[in-house]
């Protein structure tokens, strides 16, 4: 019993630690790290990040968390299939605020796509939500393995050793998933490729 439960609570961190809202941060601290925006001041990429922070997970988290509550579900409840479809729509609208504010402030091309990787992952899974439920956690890190692929392929470097950290990262949030309940093998496996085609064909047609 007790075993059961360590492993249930694992689940849970891994589940809030790999939340579906941080791909667009961890990509841009990962231009930041490895490309040629390396070269770009610490207090611009702060303040960029601070600015992707606010659109792409503290307004969406605090907007569904409200609605959450106007509507009086759970945290379990709130996964079911037929009530996913408003918080997918409050996350693109605020997907689409932080591209449109980045586009006028004349950013760089690569660092709006990002932002535009992660909302054709969320429009995805809220298209494919309307029939079939799909793991939005998983198809996040999909997202991050098809972005790194496409940012490999642009910036000529080997994404092997990353890739393989995202599979592995992905099969532990999908693990996760299913100890929780909340998806199926098929969910969990069809967000990741969802994700990863998504995001790649996101950054390859821009």
């Given amino acids: 019993m007790r075993q059961e439960k360590q492993i249930i609570l694992t689940a849970r961190i891994l589940s809030v630690l790999f939340t579906p809202f941080y791909l667009p941060i961890i ?5 930041f790290s490895f490309s040629y925006l390396s070269i770009f001041p610490w207090l611009y990429k ?5 600015m992707v922070y606010l659109f792409t997970i503290l307004m969406p988290t605090f907007m569904i968390s409200l609605y959450r509550r106007y509507q009086g579900w759970n ?5 079911h299939r037929e009530k996913r479809m408003v918080p997918y729509v409050i996350s693109i609208v605020c997907y689409f605020t932080c591209i449109y504010v980045m586009d006028k402030l004349h950013m760089p091309h690569f660092m709006s796509s990002i932002v535009v990787a ?5 429009i995805s899974c809220a298209l494919i939500n309307v029939w079939w ?3 939005e956690h998983t198809a996040a ?3 991050m393995g098809g972005a790194l692929f496409a940012f490999a392929e642009y910036l000529g470097f080997n994404p092997v050793w990353w890739l393989c950290l995202i599979f592995i990262v992905a099969g532990l949030v999908g693990t996760s998933r299913m100890i929780l309940r909340q998806h199926s093998l098929s969910q969990v496996v069809g967000g990741f490729w969802v994700g990863f ?5 996101a950054i390859f047609l821009l």
């Fill in 27 to 31: 990509g841009l601290i990962a231009l």
């Fill in 46 to 50: 702060l303040q960029v990040l601070i």
């Fill in 75 to 79: 945290l379990i409840e709130l996964g």
């Fill in 118 to 122: 992660a909302l054709m992952v969320q």
């Fill in 133 to 135: 439920k799909i793991s």
């Fill in 141 to 143: 890190i999909g997202g």
């Fill in 197 to 201: 085609v998504s995001a790649a064909l």
